[in-house]
């Protein structure tokens, strides 16, 4: 049964917004490593971050991004490729340069 109060928002969405999933994105816990040398010691030290990653039935598009970004600088310039506007600016671009002066 669908979660209206967690839905996406997105139309047509088949999601049924339950757990995991709140409007579009799912909770997740990252374990990030920090490796250094104390007095020539190594030392490792594990430190919990929580965050969030796109639902990927919500919407798969931006979750194929953030599965294949390497970092979030260009998960960020992938998303912002995939607007409207963006699409709309290379669609102009290459219509120009397909046009010739006779």
């Known amino acids: 049964m669908m979660d209206l109060e ?11 917004h339950t757990e995991p ?3 579009g994105w799912v909770w997740v ?3 990030e490593e920090l490796k250094r040398t104390v007095h ?5 030290t594990l430190i919990d ?14 979750y ?3 599965l294949t970004s390497k970092s979030s600088h260009e998960y960020h310039e992938r998303l ?5 506007h963006q699409k709309y ?10 046009t010739r002066t006779l």
């Open 6 to 16: 967690r839905h996406c928002h997105r139309t047509g969405c088949i999601c049924t």
């Open 21 to 23: 999933c709140y409007g």
């Open 29 to 31: 816990k990252y374990v």
């Open 40 to 44: 020539g010691i190594p030392s490792v």
């Open 49 to 62: 971050r929580e965050g969030v990653r796109p639902c990927m039935v919500c919407d798969p598009e931006r």
């Open 64 to 66: 194929e991004i953030w």
């Open 80 to 84: 912002s490729a995939r607007s409207t």
């Open 89 to 98: 600016k290379a669609y102009e671009k290459d219509e120009r340069d397909k």
